[in-house]
């Protein structure tokens, strides 16, 4: 049981990594959306590329979306308003009426006609008008339009709204009825009491009339017609368009349906597990093999994985709520922000791996796969020195910019011209290229929850006006010059073979952040002959140098540096021996314990603290040389690289006996260029 426990002790970072793995796999193909995968690839107005295709069983043609649209529309534009109509209206306004006669037909008026005969007649005349069906003014009726009329018993009849009458029409209809009778110079009298007891017995029902139309738009089939197996499709060569394409886009969807069911449920989502499985783990194979820093490194694993799970994640959610708008996904996120903190080719690769996992879910997948790689590259080669905020905008306007152009050109050569276009697709890459500056706060984020650094962070350091440079300057004046020429050296270098300039110079800079506690130790610091060392053994001495390794990361972790800045604090002097002192007490004593004198390492572990592991020892030793001239230099850098080489020191780094010589070049010449020759001018 300890031996078990032991192995598994031993191994966790690799544990950890495979629950990593598998815990992604899983997850992605959660996020799929639930759908078999049909097993031919077309796109409209290209030819069919496959064998001759027969309908493996029968299957109904679907209607396209458009074609739905339409029906609906024309369900909506021809469907019929139901009005109720309130019996009851009528009685009420009888009885006002008869009160109200009196006083609208007095004696003065009425002379030789009878009463009874005027009041008969006013009935009739407001019982036609209640006929018509009075409407509120307020009451938006359609002009000339037939309506249903819901009468008493739910009698439903066919009426024209011309039929209505509003209260702004009442005169025009008393003397049109009044001009067929012999009561037309009452026309005033009638008009006057009718007016003032009439009031709306017709009005809109709208619950009815919304059920009525969303029961004829439920009722609308989804089909037309149907395709018997055995019947051929499409053949070889022909051009998909039209009918044919409709019956593979139906074919397709019932395809998927009775793919996806469950009985094949598990054998499917087994399939997608497999596939993205490999994915990821070529993914795990590249790391451990070109980027065994990044691969030992689980945080460095874990970031990675993450976002290649969110770019996933994010296209699901878009392709499941809406596909039309998959484009406005920002994946070329992904291949920036690896590149800031890793490098292009580890973006790369991830890129195109994400976008292998996401053919699987994404219609027209050549296409976007082809649109995306294009546009992964473009970001790869234009995205540089991050820090400049221009460079961000400038990129994604490129980046934006070939989405148009290889959407444009795959529009031609589906539809042959560009009459039907849809515009509003490159605003959508308008919106890909606005979130894609999001990357910048992005990287900020990830600087923060996973403890990396990016360019923007080292340009940040960078500044000799920041808190911890300026305290070295005032506490070690000589240290804080040797630092900024060192960081003048090993950043030529850097440039020199390729590897990341901008992390060796901060590195430089804060190397020796160490001697702040005891700065006149250190002969840079020395203003005056006085040596404090002249007082102590060479033991003590070197105990001392030494330790400004240690307590120049214990300053660089109080202030929150980085661990690849304070990488180079740790390995600037990797295992090397402070010879000096120990030459003294070999002096002093015949049996030395040398390590007492070697410095604890560890030795450089990449290309960046290899070369200012030279830079340092190079620029330090300068000091000492008397009277330099150009072959002094060149033999000086040779004697004193070769012999980190000799104890072994870049034995992890990473770096070429061709790069090195190349840096031994670079050095020389910066030097030759700080020590040349001057002219002595007369007194």
């Known amino acids: 049981m300890k031996r078990i426990t032991n192995s598994l002790y031993q191994n966790q970072s690799l544990l950890y990594k495979f629950f990593l793995y598998v815990s992604s796999a899983i997850l992605i193909v959660?996020?799929?959306?639930?759908?078999?995968?049909?097993?031919?690839?077309?796109?409209?107005?290209?030819?069919?590329?496959?064998?001759?295709?027969?309908?493996?069983?029968?299957?109904?043609?679907?209607?396209?979306?458009?074609?739905?649209?339409?029906?609906?529309?024309?369900?909506?534009?021809?469907?019929?308003?139901?009005?109720?109509?309130?019996?009851?209206?009528v009685n009420i306004s009888l009885d006002e009426y008869a009160a109200l006669f009196q006083e609208h037909f007095p004696d003065s008026i009425v002379r030789n006609v009878s009463k009874?005969?005027?009041?008969?007649?006013?009935?009739?005349?407001?019982?036609?008008?209640?006929?018509?069906?009075?409407?509120?003014?307020?009451?938006?009726?359609?002009?000339?339009?037939?309506?249903?009329?819901?009468?008493?018993?739910?009698?439903?009849?066919?009426?024209?709204?011309?039929?209505?009458?509003?209260?702004?029409?009442?005169?025009?209809?008393i003397k049109s009825y009044l001009g067929n009778t012999s009561f037309g110079s009452f026309e005033d009298a009638y008009y006057n009491v009718v007016f003032d007891v009439v009031r709306p017995n017709v009005t809109l029902n709208k619950n009815f009339t919304q059920r009525e139309l969303d029961k004829a738009i439920n009722e609308i089939?989804?089909?037309?017609?149907?395709?018997?197996?055995?019947?051929?499709?499409?053949?070889?060569?022909?051009?998909?368009?039209?009918?044919?394409?409709?019956?593979?886009?139906?074919?397709?969807?019932?395809?998927?349906?009775?793919?996806?069911?469950?009985?094949?449920?598990?054998?499917i989502v087994f399939g997608y597990t497999i596939l993205v499985a490999l994915a990821l783990l070529m993914l795990l194979l590249f790391l451990r093999k070109y980027r065994k820093d990044i691969f030992e490194n689980n945080n460095k694993v874990t970031f990675i994985f993450f976002n290649v799970v969110l770019m996933v994640f994010l296209t699901t959610m878009v392709v499941k709520y809406n596909v039309n708008y998959v484009y406005v996904v920002p994946l070329c996120i992904l291949p920036l922000i690896l590149k800031a903190f890793f490098d292009a080719r580890l973006g790369l690769f991830a890129h195109v791996l994400t976008l292998l996992v996401l053919g699987f879910i994404v219609p027209n997948s050549f296409e976007y796969i082809f649109l995306q790689i294009i546009a992964g590259i473009v970001t790869i080669l234009t995205i540089s020195e991050?820090?400049?905020?221009?460079?961000?905008?400038?990129?994604?306007?490129?980046?934006?910019?070939?989405?148009?152009?290889?959407?444009?050109?795959?529009?031609?050569?589906?539809?042959?011209?560009?009459?039907?276009?849809?515009?509003?697709?490159?605003?959508?890459?308008?919106?890909?290229?606005?979130?894609?500056?999001?990357?910048?706060?992005?990287?900020?984020?990830?600087?923060?929850?996973?403890?990396?650094?990016?360019?923007?962070?080292?340009?940040?350091?960078?500044?000799?006006?920041?808190?911890?440079?300026?305290?070295?300057?005032?506490?070690?004046?000589?240290?804080?010059?040797?630092?900024?020429?060192?960081?003048?050296?090993?950043?030529?270098?850097?440039?020199?073979?390729?590897?990341?300039?901008?992390?060796?110079?901060?590195?430089?800079?804060?190397?020796d952040v160490g001697k702040m506690k005891n700065p006149t130790y250190f002969t840079e610091n020395q203003a005056t002959s006085v040596n404090p060392h002249n007082e102590l053994m060479p033991k003590e001495s070197a105990r001392i140098i030494i330790d400004h390794v240690t307590e120049g990361i214990e300053i660089a972790k109080k202030n929150n540096l980085p661990d690849r800045v304070i990488d180079f604090i740790r390995t600037h002097h990797g295992t090397s021996k402070v010879y000096y002192f120990y030459k003294k007490q070999e002096e002093m004593e015949e049996e030395v314990n040398i390590e007492d004198f070697t410095y604890k390492g560890p030795i450089p572990f990449s290309k960046e603290t290899a070369i200012l592991m030279m830079s340092d020892a190079v620029e330090a030793a300068s000091k000492s040389l008397k009277e330099p001239t150009s072959i002094k230099i060149d033999a000086f850098v040779e004697r004193i690289i070769d012999k980190q080489m000799e104890e072994r020191q870049f034995l992890n780094a990473n770096i070429t006996f061709k790069e090195i010589q190349v840096i031994k070049k670079v050095l020389k010449r910066k030097l030759n260029n700080i020590y040349h020759l001057r002219i002595e001018y007369p007194e």
Do not use: C
């Open 30 to 89: 959660y996020f799929f959306p639930k759908g078999g995968k049909f097993k031919y690839e077309f796109q409209k107005g290209r030819p069919w590329q496959y064998e001759t295709l027969v309908a493996p069983f029968d299957f109904a043609i679907e209607k396209s979306e458009a074609e739905i649209t339409d029906e609906k529309d024309a369900i909506q534009r021809n469907a019929k308003q139901y009005y109720d109509y309130d019996p009851n209206v």
């Open 386 to 511: 991050l820090y400049k905020r221009a460079n961000l905008f400038i990129s994604v306007g490129q980046i934006t910019l070939i989405y148009i152009i290889g959407y444009f050109a795959f529009y031609i050569i589906h539809e042959g011209n560009i009459e039907n276009i849809e515009w509003l697709t490159f605003g959508l890459f308008i919106l890909n290229g606005l979130a894609t500056l999001f990357a910048q706060p992005l990287i900020y984020i990830y600087e923060k929850i996973f403890g990396l650094v990016s360019d923007v962070s080292l340009l940040e350091l960078s500044d000799t006006n920041s808190k911890l440079l300026k305290e070295l300057s005032n506490k070690a004046p000589g240290t804080f010059h040797h630092s900024l020429q060192v960081a003048n050296l090993a950043e030529a270098a850097a440039n020199e073979i390729g590897a990341n300039a901008m992390l060796v110079r901060v590195g430089a800079l804060y190397h």
């Open 221 to 267: 089939s989804y089909t037309r017609g149907s395709v018997e197996k055995g019947i051929r499709i499409i053949a070889k060569g022909e051009v998909i368009e039209g009918e044919k394409y409709d019956i593979l886009r139906s074919l397709e969807k019932e395809y998927r349906s009775q793919l996806w069911n469950e009985s094949n449920y598990n054998w």
């Open 116 to 173: 009874t005969r005027l009041q008969r007649e006013g009935v009739r005349l407001l019982r036609h008008v209640y006929d018509r069906g009075v409407v509120s003014t307020n009451e938006i009726v359609p002009e000339n339009k037939e309506v249903l009329l819901i009468k008493e018993g739910n009698e439903i009849v066919d009426v024209n709204t011309n039929s209505f009458v509003r209260p702004s029409q009442l005169r025009r209809v």
